[in-house]
Structure formats: structure tokens, C-alpha cells
């Protein structure tokens, strides 16, 4: 169709010319005469045709496909060029859209639900001014039924709880969320097979054992068929009938979590917590059930705040001790797990910005070093754009060609970046968490971050190739047509040097903020523990999961830590309700007797653990006696106290006899019976005041079986020995989170965050010495080149190479002192503001800072030696003869 | 004959939209009748009609369609569009509002 155009308007000239001769030869010119007359009237039919063409809008897209093509036959040409700029590209896009995907996953995520945004969760604001999201039952349901104004349904979620389930063989975990009977209407979800619980809120207490199974779930462990619905399988060892299987992609309330399958509140979920008290009666907020519901259309967050006021203030006055309410608030529910809110932010999103910061600044320095590049290409194409413009080019012309030669490059490059991003992902989805808990981690290039990447090419495109366009369509075609090649201005050199002096600064930065992280891992891996991590196993046991009444627990658990002490290389064994930085703590309210209401005071956490337990873990005792088997049910309830705690409540005199009160339980005073050192437990950080009471007296399910080792002992095989024991003993029981206590603390709540940032910022801070590498490269051996001439006319006067070499590397020295000049100040600027993220190094911390110093000056003298060294060796003959 | 005025810069539209408005016509007929309504006054490179024809018919002024000229030859034939004639009514009072304005400027005394 372009042709046929083409052909039109070349005739419809060709017409006007011949009929001008045509006039002409009847006013009496001969034919031939007339004829060159008409043409030269007529003016350059080539170039009138073109002009109309444009005119009629019909080059633009004839234009750009030939700027296309040409661009494609330039890349070619210099593929050393292209495969830098392609894979400099390609790692800063591919970084970019890696981080992207997994902030996408992570925060970024809705519910797979119908109309995800109209979900919120519930937070009550209690007297010490933070934001509780675990409710009791009564108080659940009461809300529920007070609040139908502003919520078409609210329903209870206790998310992420373990149980057991035995479907003929070996009970195996199963982690399930234990719901109300109208969350699944809630959600507005349909079953993949069979049915969601029927029974109404009235019915909940009374609820038969049902249980519908995810998808996922259903698919691995009873192999996708139709039949499962109706069997009969024990979950806590009740029997329990599956009547459906939840939709494909729903994952349940807490979405990094893997659900295996939905429960409804039964009544012996109080067993879960291990507390005394019935899960439906009990009004004071411990049973952590999330409230989660679905606003009616129409009604904001904030317009539920009145009908949350009400409730509140009426719940709170007819329950003043069960339900300590200052007031209610709603949160939207986002993929993010609901924290506290208030106070203890979730640092998700900070880091996730953070990381995403870092992966654009090393995108920034690809860019740097590529418009140095394509700026001196376009320096050596100014001839090529001086005949441009002389055959006609306008300059928004030979701007857009630069443009789509650039835009070719950042497509490439972005293709490259999908791939890197691909691969990172990949490895990012093996990254073992250190535990048993069914964590989701499915970072994937989905559509969202591949237009993320597309956006970031064009942005990259264009930023790179706008400058060296706007230079290269600044010619004056006389001048350069007749300029010889020596036509660099000192300006343009300057340009490129301050660009790698920016360059440098900004890989500078990457490095003092991997020096950090790697820093921050180095020291937390060095943190005193307080325990003997190196000699402990630990197997965790799951007793309610096996449908163990308490009193059967507690018998169970002596009789496998008595077989576990009798195993070959174990030195001690005990059982314990908690590990460090595991994933269960449980926590009370402690107050001395005759002091103020239990209300008011902190929570101190705990842990229930068996005789044997300082033993076994090598935590210190330091006054007093350690727990001990004899400790039953029956006897005084006594408590082992940490330093922290002796100090913090019984600053003055021994700790040792006096007693206090747990969550207010006047009848069971605790008598401190010793005091132990410090260690670890929830996470790195300060120890808090902590306490150990007897497991016999303070039971919890599930528990962990902890074992130490015998010097020299072999690990693995001591856990086989041990799972064996125990599957001999109790072949009900499911066993799982069997590993090293090494292993354990590299779990999310301890090793693993810092081992990660320091991967991920270590990887950054490379791919930046890398880019400044290049860029210093490029740019120094430009500015050689561009002295070529000068450099010989030196020599012929008689320069030493020692001379020359000192020239050339005089520039480098002054270019990359300015860049870590400049680079310390903007590390410095970073470290300050990821101060809170760091771990026992200071921010400014010297160290880094001159390590990075050191390794960028000696890395970038290194780049600058070689063409410096070739810039000597160069025959001043030719480079006199050169222009 | 007279001596011959370059056209300024910007009055080619002008000077089509006059022409095609007294009737429809082929490229080689637009030049011929500026020549004629100007006299032979005016100098105009003949091939730089056609870009700007171009323009008018992409600016919705002029509507072309293909027909045959007087010598059977195939030709392309330019109209004035309704949105032409109410822009070549426009130009023509804003340019002789120029001309009214210079001449008053050029002959003031004093």
C-alpha cells in the first residue's frame, strides 16, 4: 500500500511536469527544450516528493522502520559494543525486575478472592496504647453481631495452626487454618469439590468434625480424585469426615503460607493454646482469632470507625477485665500477614523499598557507563550525521534515530533482563527457610513485573540515548564535514569524566551498603548465643496432633526423653516448649503479689521445659537449681528466671525464693527456684527478662525434643536414632522439624533475613564494581585514544614511556579520587539511613569504608593500567601521521 | 511583464485556498490559475505545491479525489472542503488586515 502511495505521487508530479511542457512547447519551445524547462521549473522532484510524503504523514512510520533496520545493521557491526551494552543491560533490568517480583509476591498480591479490597481485619486498641489482632471467641462473636451495619460478614480465622492428620498409616502435620462457619462465604469462594462447612454462628460450639482440604493439599496427598469426599480420616486423632476441597490458587487468610486445609473451631482447641479455660467461653483475648471481614459496599475503612466505637464501648463495659478495650479499628487486609499495628510496623515494605533502591542505582550505573559509550559513538558518527543533515535530515530526524538505536539497545537489554530475572527468581524459590512451615515463596516474572521491566527498558532507552541524540543532532554539517577527526572538545571529555566520577561514587555506595549487610551477618553469626548451638539436635513433636489429652502428653513426653537420654553419643535430653528463634512463644502477664492488676503489666515470655533442659541446651545456671523431672503437676509450681528478669524485678537481693504471679493467677503463685544466664531466644537482638517453668505444670503442644550431643557425635545419626524412638514409642505421633539447632537458628526468625540482605546487597554492590570497571575502562581509554596524536608529538620530544604513562593515568587518578570522594559521602548518607537495619556494626563504621575505598581505587587504577600501558607502548609515528 | 514578487512564506495556503475555491482542480491547474488571478505577478516553485497541497488535504481544507484532466490524462483533483472555505475567509481578513495596517504604517508623514 506504501508503494502503490508512492507511485501515485510520483506520477501526479510527473504529470505536473509534462503538461508544463506540454504549455511550453505550444508557446513554441521544441519538445526536448521544453521538457528540461518544465524539470527545472519545477524544482527537485525527489526532494518535493519527500516533503509531500511527509506531509501527508505517511514517512513517519517508513522512517522509523528504516532508523529500525539501520540501528539492527549498526549493532551488528560492533558486537563487542553491543554484547557489553546488551549484558550491562541485561543485569541492571534483570536486578530491577528480580527485586520487583518478589516485592510482588510478597506485598503487592491481592487475596485470590471476589472484590479482595473490601477485606479488613480487626485490631483492638488495648490500654498500653499498641494494637492487639488476636480475639477471644465470645468477644469475636459478639462483634460479629454488633457491627452488621458497616460488615456484610466478619468471621474468625485462627491462621496457621498445626495438627495432625492420619488417613489409614502415619500421622503426618497438617497445617491447617481453623475457621468460623461463614468464612468461606465471607470470601465469596466456591468449592473445587464437594461442599464448605454448613453450620450457622449458633451452631459453631457445636460444630461436627469436618474438615475441606486446599487444593494443593488435595492434589499431593490424595492424588486429585473425586472419592475423597465423604472418607473418613482422624485429624487430632478425632475422626473427621472431608466434605470439600477449597478453590485452585486460594491459599488461605495469610497468603505467604502454605494452608493445607480449614478446620472449625472445635472444642478442644483450647488444648492449641495449652492455657486452662474453654476456647467458646473463655472472653479474654488469648486465643489469637483474627477477625477478618467484608465491608459492605460502599463503606470505607474509615466508615466503619462509628459502628466499631459502639461495639467496642459496649463490649468493653460489660466485660471491663475480659475485653480491656480503649477502642476497635479496622486495617485493610493485604497480603502483608497482619502485625501489630501501631508501634511494631512491619519492616517488610522499608526493606522491600530498600532492596528495590539498590537495584535501580545499579540500573543507574549501567546506564551511566552505556551513555558514555553511545557518547563517544557519536562522537566518531559525526560525520555520518553531517551528511545526514546535508542530504535533507531534520534534526528531529536524527534525534529519533538515536533514539530508536537506543531504544533497540534497552529492548535487548530488557529481553536479557527478563531471562536474569527468570534465573534469579528460580534460585530465590530454593532458598530453604530452615524449618518445617509450609512458606509459599513463588517469585516468578508474572505479567506485572514483566511490564515492570518493559517500562524500566523504555525509561532506560530513552534516558541513555537522549543526551548523546541531543549532541550528535547538534551538528553543523560544514564544520564537520571539513573538520578532521581530531574534533573532540575539551567540554565532551569532561562530560564523560564527570559521568564516571558519578559512576564511581555510585558504585561506592553499593559497596559500603554490602559491606554493611555482609558485616551486620558476620557479627550476628558471632553473637554469643547464650547456648551450646553447635551441640544440640532437636526434633519437634506435635502431642495435640496425636489427639493427646494433656495428661497423656505430659506422660509421653517423660517417657521419650527418658528413652532419648538412654541413646548412644546423647550426654542429656529434655523437652521444651519453645527453641530459640523458633516458632512458637508463649508469654504472660507476670506481676508481684499485692502490685497493681495484671492489665497493666508488661508481657514477660516463657518456656515450658522438662528436667535436664540447662544440661542439654548449655545455658548456665547461675543461682538456685535448674528444673528437674521431679518438678510434676502435682508439685509447688517453681520457675527458673533469667539474669534480666532477677534484675529487673528484684533489682535488690537474691531472686532466689521470692515468688510472683503469672497472667494474675493468685493460686498459683511461682516460686523462683534459680537463676540462669542469659541467652538468646526470640531473635538476635537485647535478651528480654525471660523464665522457665516446668512442662508438667504449664503443658504446650507441640513440643520439641532437644538433644546434646556427645563430642564427636555424629548428627544425622543420632536424629535417625531418635525418630526411630520415638516412632517405636508412639508411632501416632507426627514428627517433624527435625534439624540441627544450627540449622534452626537459620530460620526467619534468625540467621536467615541477614544472610539474605547480605546475599542480595553483596550481589549488588558486585554487579556496581563491575559496571564502574567498565565505565572507567571506556572512558580512560577513550581519552587516550583522543590523545594519540598528542602523545606521540611528547614522545618525538623526547618523553620517557614512564612519562606518558604517568599523563594518561594522571586523568584516571583525578576522575576516580573525585568518584570515592563523592562516593564516601553518598555511602555515608545510605548507612545513616539504613542504620535500623543493621546488626552490631556501627554506621559509619571504618572498616567498610575503607575497604570499599581501597577495593574501587585499586580495581579502577587496575581498568585505567591497560590502556594506559598501550596508550606507551604507541609508535609515535603513527600516532603523528594519525589524525 | 512585471517584475516578479516572491510569494512570502506562509501565503502558498492562502493563494491554494483562494485558487481551488473558484473551482476544483488538478496540481498543474492550481499554479495555472494563481498565475492568473495574480497577473503573473507572483513567483512560485512549482514543485513546492504539492507539499503543501499535501498538507491542506491532511488539515481537512481540501478534499482530493483522482479523476481525468482535460488531455484524458488520470489527475488528481483538489476541492475546497466546507472547514476549507471558512479558513480561507479567515486568512484572507487577517491578511488584509496586515496589509490595511502596513499601508497605514508606511505612509504615515511625520
Known sequence: MRNRKHEEMKAELAAHVAERAKTLEERGMDAAEAQKRACIEFGSAEKYAEQSREAAGLAAIEHAAQDLRFGLRLLRKSPGFTVTAVLLLALGIGANAAIFSMVDWLLLRPLPVPEAGQLTYLAANNIHDGFDNGFSYPNFNDIRAQSKAVFSELAGVQPFQLAGIRSGGETTTFWANYVSGNFFSMLGLKPALGRFFSFTPAQEASAPAEVVLSYAYWQTHFGGRAEVIGQQVAVNNQPTTIVGVAPKGFGGILAVLDTQGYLPFTPDLAGEFGASGDFFHDRKDNAGLLVVGRRRPGISVAATQPALALASARIAGAYPLGAPWRGLVARKLTSEPPGAAGANRDPLPGVAALFLGLAGMVLLLACVNIANLLLARAGLRRREMAVRAALGAGRGRLLRQMLIESLLLAGLGGAGGLAVAAGACHALNLMPTGSDVPVVLNFAVSWHVFLYACAVAAATGVAVGLVPAWQASRVAPQAALQASGRAVTAARTRLRAGLVAAEIAGSMGLLIVAGLFVRSLERAQQVDLGFDVHAVVNLTLDFHAAGYAPARGIAVASALVERARALPAVTAASMASSEPMGSFTYGGRVTLPGRPAPQQAPEVEYNSVSGEYFATMGIGLLRGRAIADSDRAASAQVAVINQKMAAAYWPKGDAVGQTFLLDGDARRAIEVVGVAANSVVDNISDPAPYFY??????????????????????????????????????????????????????????????????????????????????????????????????????????????????????????????????????????????????????????????????????????????????????????????? | MDPQAQILPGTLDLLILKAVSLGELHGYGVLLRIEQISGGALLIEQGALYPALYRLVRRGWLTARWGTSENNRKAKFYALTAKGR????????????????MGAALQARS
Open chain 1, 693 to 883: 517453668v516446668p512442662l508438667a505444670q504449664r503443658y504446650y503442644s507441640p513440643a520439641i525434643l532437644q538433644l546434646h550431643l556427645a563430642r564427636g557425635a555424629d548428627p544425622g545419626a543420632v536424629l535417625r536414632a531418635a525418630r526411630s524412638a520415638v516412632r517405636a514409642y508412639a508411632p501416632e505421633l507426627p514428627v517433624y522439624d527435625v534439624q540441627t539447632m544450627l540449622q534452626a537458628t537459620h530460620s526467619l526468625n534468625g540467621l536467615l533475613l541477614f544472610e539474605l540482605g547480605a546475599m542480595l546487597a553483596a550481589i549488588m554492590g558486585l554487579l556496581g564494581l563491575f559496571m564502574a570497571v567498565i565505565g572507567v575502562y571506556g572512558v580512560i581509554a577513550y581519552a587516550a585514544s583522543q590523545r594519540t596524536h598528542e602523545i606521540g608529538v611528547r614522545v618525538a620530544l623526547g618523553a620517557s614511556r614512564g612519562q606518558i604513562l604517568k599523563l594518561v593515568l594522571r586523568q584516571a587518578v583525578v576522575v576516580t579520587a573525585a568518584g570515592i570522594v563523592l562516593g564516601l559521602g553518598l555511602g555515608a548518607l545510605l548507612a545513616t539511613g539504613l542504620s535500623s537495619l543493621l546488626f552490631g556494626v556501627r554506621p559509619l563504621d571504618p572498616v567498610t569504608f575503607g575497604g570499599a575505598t581501597l577495593l574501587l581505587g585499586a580495581v579502577a587504577l587496575a581498568a585505567s593500567l591497560v590502556p594506559a600501558r598501550r596508550a606507551m607502548r604507541a609508535d609515535p609515528i603513527a600516532a603523528l601521521r594519525c589524525e
Open chain 2, 86 to 101: 471558512r479558513q480561507l475567509q479567515a486568512e484572507e481578513q487577517s491578511w488584509n488586515r496586515l496589509a490595511a495596517a
